[in-house]
């Protein structure tokens, strides 16, 4: 605001004021910028006053230095004017502040010639075969010699203490190393079109890598595990930078490299996610089987799903802003295969490591979508039900716990406290979390599920039961998930066991009308396998032999098209709808890593194919039964 109000005021053109104040460019470029004095300041003695126009002019030689850069590497002269108002108000301000006679002038000029030499530095570099990691600080150094001012300025009103003023600006050089890699990442392509010196571009071209294609050769930044590096060496000079002010008082700067370092760890983990996803996606097979009998079906998706399952027992699948989920995804798997009695026994072994892995979650915390992630509600309803479904004993602290996410009217939410995950999102775009702590019937069913399991007689039991019961027909509604389907399929499931016949024959009739002409269940994208096995093994609970045809074009539709590695097509059926949103609508979401709004990529193949396993396993099971 201060920097908005001392802009408006000055006696120049509508035009450069609204250019000045551009949200664009201020929302594109770091925050701390607008107030980078400031981040030092408790070091030093400086009243407010004086501190306000430091930030106002060390934000106008911000501005006028990029629109610098720009001139020099794109020769755009139309900032010409407006790098001039910039320079000027901010000397201007300066000069009100230390006079022309200060000390201060001669750091300002200092780091004039520091930015200079950064230029030609640059060009130097760009011709060198061999650069040493020293020779890039300094080049970080010198092209953030105007940030070093923010210092400069403050040491000039009290020169006493030259080793706090040392340390600080020894910070500050190896923040400046850490954010000029990042920097080189970001703009890997267009310095490479540009011929500019680029550590990533150096680092690349030592490989050797035989293209020239700037998007063939970003992607090798991330395969040969450049990037990867990259970040795990800001984080190093991140640290550094703070060891060096770990006794000053600099709160805010602490903050600044703090976040930074925050920063590089998420990028090495969407890095690591994204090779994880490419080399999946390069090893799954798009071949189909063109004949294949219903038992060498059932066994090929067993042989897949068991050479999916990780050294630690995990089961890997979906991807979100929370990254890749190893606990969820494991106790959904988990939930699948010990539910079947011949599925359990051939999946002994498996059965026996995932749940070591989930054992090893923290005693007093419920489980997360993954082990970096806040618990849920839902992530919880399968490891209690994969639990229950082995004889394990469940924690009466953590079921508890559970149940504290049951709401009076007897729904459950997927999360239960909106201050921890806003923290956990870390998103300045999401404020709002409404909805997503709000009741969801999908997860509520498995809620319901896992009660009519454990405990019949318990009050949370009867709370659930009567939420369905009352209105049974608008509660069906998904919130995490593309099709009503997944909710009818929990649903009936409960109305099974409790043999409840009315409820779940109109379940079962209900799902029937879904069915597609070639035997396929669909969701608003198109036919889907994952909804196709859930809803045949719905139909199955049918008692009689009503639905046998119905059931067997089902099948027929499944058999025709698993693939020869034993999976079939991914679903991508997790919807994450705007965290705000309490009813989502039923848009078309676009399939993508990260966001709201969006669908979720399944990725591995596996809660299509552990649930297409177990309904070809309980419907050869009953096939088998009936032959004889």
């Not at 405990?455 to 709370?463: A, F």
């Not at 679903?571 to 669908?599: C, E, H, M, T, W």
């Not at 309904?615 to 050869?620: A, K, Q, V």
Request: charged share 25%; hydrophobic share 35%; net charge neutral.
């Amino acid at each position: 605001m201060k920097f908005h109000n001392y802009i408006q005021q000055l006696n120049i053109s509508n035009d450069l004021k609204k250019l000045i104040l551009d949200e664009g460019f201020m929302n594109k470029n770091p925050h701390y910028y607008q107030n980078y004095p400031s981040l030092f300041a408790t070091a030093f003695s400086i009243s407010e006053k004086e501190l306000n126009m430091l930030d106002i002019a060390g934000y106008l030689y911000y501005q006028a230095t990029l629109f610098t850069d720009s001139l020099i590497d794109e020769k755009d002269l139309s900032k010409f004017s407006l790098i001039t108002v910039c320079q000027e108000e901010s000397i201007k301000i300066l000069t009100s502040i230390y006079g022309i006679e200060n000390d201060f002038w001669k750091f300002w000029n200092t780091r004039k010639d520091e930015y200079l030499q950064a230029v030609y530095l640059e060009k130097e570099l760009s011709k060198k075969e061999m650069v040493k990691i020293e020779q890039y600080e300094i080049l970080a150094d010198k092209k953030a010699a105007f940030g070093k001012i923010a210092i400069d300025s403050l040491f000039s009103f009290n020169q006493k203490d030259a080793s706090l003023y040392q340390k600080l600006l020894l910070s500050h050089k190896y923040f400046s190393v850490a954010f000029q890699i990042n920097d080189d990442i970001q703009d890997f392509k267009e310095d490479l079109k540009k011929g500019q010196f680029n550590w990533a571009i150096y680092s690349l071209q030592k490989q050797n890598v035989p293209n020239n294609d700037p998007e063939i050769l970003e992607k090798y930044l991330y395969v040969r595990g450049i990037s990867k590096k990259m970040y795990q060496l800001g984080i190093e000079y991140c640290e550094k930078a703070l060891e060096i002010v770990l006794t000053i008082d600099v709160p805010k700067w602490k903050q600044i490299l703090l976040d930074t370092k925050r920063t590089f760890a998420t990028a090495i983990i969407e890095i690591d996610t994204y090779l994880e996803i490419l080399t999946s996606e390069i090893n799954l097979s798009n071949k189909k089987n063109s004949s294949i009998s219903l038992k060498d079906s059932i066994h090929s998706a067993i042989v897949f799903l068991k050479s999916k399952q990780q050294e630690n027992g995990t089961w890997r699948e979906y991807v979100n802003q929370g990254g890749i989920s190893n606990i969820w995804s494991t106790a959904f798997i988990l939930s699948k295969i010990s539910e079947n009695s011949s599925l359990k026994l051939l999946f002994k072994d498996e059965i026996t490591k995932a749940l070591q892995f989930l054992n090893n979650n923290p005693s007093k915390t419920l489980w997360g979508y993954n082990t970096t992630w806040i618990e849920d509600s839902d992530s919880t309803n399968f490891v209690f039900l994969s639990y229950f479904l082995n004889n394990k004993t469940i924690d009466n602290q953590l079921l508890s716990r559970w149940k504290s996410f049951q709401k009076t009217e007897g729904a459950f939410s997927t999360y239960s406290k909106s201050s921890n995950l806003i923290t956990t999102l870390n998103d300045k775009h999401i404020t709002d979390v409404t909805g997503w702590i709000s009741n969801h019937n999908c997860v509520s069913a498995v809620s319901f599920y896992f009660l009519a399991n454990q405990d019949l007689e318990s009050q949370e039991y009867h709370k659930i039961k009567a939420y369905f019961d009352i209105n049974l027909k608008d509660r069906i509604k998904a919130y995490w998930w593309t099709n009503d389907i997944y909710t009818y399929y929990y649903l009936a499931k409960t109305y099974h066991l409790i043999k409840e016949t009315e409820k779940l024959d109109f379940i079962i009739d209900q799902v029937k009308m879904k069915q597609n002409a070639n035997g396929s269940f669909s969701d608003n994208y198109g036919e889907n396998f994952f909804y196709t096995g859930l809803a045949v093994e719905i139909l199955l609970l049918r008692s009689d032999n009503s639905l046998d045809l119905v059931i067997e074009k089902s099948i027929s539709f499944l058999l025709k098209n698993q693939f020869v590695d034993g999976s079939w097509e991914n679903s991508n059926a997790l919807q994450i709808p705007d965290a705000k949103d309490i009813n989502p609508i039923n848009s078309k979401f676009p399939v993508a890593n990260y966001g709201i709004n969006v669908r979720a990529k399944e990725f591995n193949r596996l809660f299509t194919t552990s649930s297409i396993l177990k309904s070809l396993s309980i419907y050869g099971t009953e096939s088998n039964s009936k032959t004889f």
